[in-house]
């Protein structure tokens, strides 16, 4: 590498990882707060039902997270716990019985007449899709909502269509309006349409929300408990602290034993940091104290990637290889062992993310993050850096940590 070109490198370099740093500063702000540093409510509910389906259970966690979205929560987050319970955590609120009350334990899908008398319930609902239909014979198609009913539910809805003939019944979910179509006729074959101005994705969404509303079992309550916000509060300082304390040593170590390499190390290091701050607020990641420990983790497999380099870089030397030589050989032997490394551990990852449930997912979402962006300093930024520190005349092995070679 030329020097002109190798301190363009290394302007553009302390740039990108200013940058990054004023970057990660606006990003910490933005970031998700999880239960345990933020308090707030854990709420554990169960299925009052023997032999509940898995779709099922995915309808009413479904059904949860609309209502914590509505209810303004938007970091709560509802999830399965086991095959017959779901827990529902939510950041920045201190009653757990006031969450429980906000949330209702089940769905409340009501089909009301003008005087706002119900006329049948969610549960006479067997089956809801969306269809599409056209307004008359020869008419455009359009999308629709199709409604299938119980055995008692037909007998329910036909008399509610014989007795509002012209009309309107309105199909309401958690006291929220979601269609109010007129009644043409009275239908007793157990089916119906609702048909209106919508889009296809809005009538599939309406599907679901009507089928969530028929579920065939209630949710009880089995648990609750309040975290404290200001626990959360001095666990995060504490953390964050432990967190800046290893970082500083970790790179204090890497400067002294490897010197320029370790400058090196420590530059990709601070921007692999900058990159992972604003990766975890970009992607809305909750941030809880497992994800830290996440974070810390993937920092030591971003240190021990460039510790196995640079030790291939003294054995390049100790056989006689240049430097510049000494570093391109290194990097390329020490990759299969790096991919390795931390290919097996992102399936660990992918595995915790997907099986667990609660901080476990936090932690595993951080550790993957972390290991891409990891991988990507350690081989393409850290050599992009020693390249350039050569590129402009530092190129003695001595003040790259490695003893020089005595010939015999």
Do not use: H
Not at 335 to 346: E, K, Q, R, W
């Amino acid at each position: 590498m030329k020097k002109g070109k190798s301190v363009v490198s290394l302007i553009l370099l302390a740039v990108v990882a200013a940058a990054l740093a004023v970057g990660a500063k606006l990003s910490v702000g933005k970031i998700k707060l999880g239960l345990d540093l933020n308090g707030g409510a854990a709420i554990v509910y169960q299925a009052e039902k023997e032999d509940v389906t898995e779709d099922e259970m995915k309808s009413a966690v479904s059904l949860i997270q609309r209502r914590l979205d509505r209810k303004g929560w938007t970091e709560g987050e509802a999830s399965m716990q086991g095959s017959n319970r779901i827990r529902v955590e939510i950041p920045g609120i201190e009653d757990a019985e006031t969450a429980v009350t906000e949330l209702g334990q089940t769905a409340q899908l009501l089909f009301v007449d003008e005087n706002g008398k119900t006329l049948l319930t969610g549960a006479d609902v067997a089956d809801a899709q969306m269809n599409v239909s056209s307004s008359t014979k020869d008419g455009p198609s359009q999308p629709c909502v199709s409604l299938e009913f119980t055995e008692e539910g037909k007998a329910l809805f036909a008399q509610a269509t014989e007795e509002n003939l012209n009309k309107r019944i309105a199909i309401v979910m958690d006291d929220q309006i979601i269609s109010a179509p007129t009644v043409n006729s009275k239908i007793t074959d157990g089916k119906a349409m609702i048909t209106g101005q919508f889009t296809s994705d809005e009538a599939t969404e309406m599907a679901i929300r009507i089928k969530e509303g028929s579920l065939p079992f209630n949710l009880s309550v089995i648990e609750m408990n309040n975290v404290g916000a200001r626990l959360g509060a001095n666990a995060v300082v504490t953390s964050l602290k432990a967190a800046a304390v290893g970082i500083a040593l970790v790179l204090l170590f890497m400067l002294i034993a490897y010197m320029a390499c370790g400058f090196a190390a420590d530059w990709a290091l601070v921007i692999y940091m900058g990159l992972e701050i604003i990766a975890i607020s970009v992607f809305g990641v909750t941030l809880t104290l497992p994800g830290i420990a996440g974070i810390i983790l993937s920092v030591g497999m971003a240190v021990d990637a460039n510790v196995i380099i640079f030790e291939r870089i003294k054995e390049e030397v100790a056989i006689g290889k240049t430097l510049r030589t000494a570093v391109d050989n290194g990097f390329s032997r020490a990759l299969p062992a790096i991919l390795d490394g931390n290919i097996t551990t992102f399936i660990a990852a992918v595995v915790l993310f997907f099986m667990g449930t609660g901080t476990i997912r936090g932690f595993a979402q951080t550790l993957m993050i972390g290991i891409v962006i990891s991988m990507f300093t350690a081989i393409v930024i850290t050599r992009l850096i020693m390249k350039s520190i050569i590129g402009i005349g530092i190129s003695k092995p001595e003040l790259f940590g490695i003893k020089k070679v005595e010939k015999a």
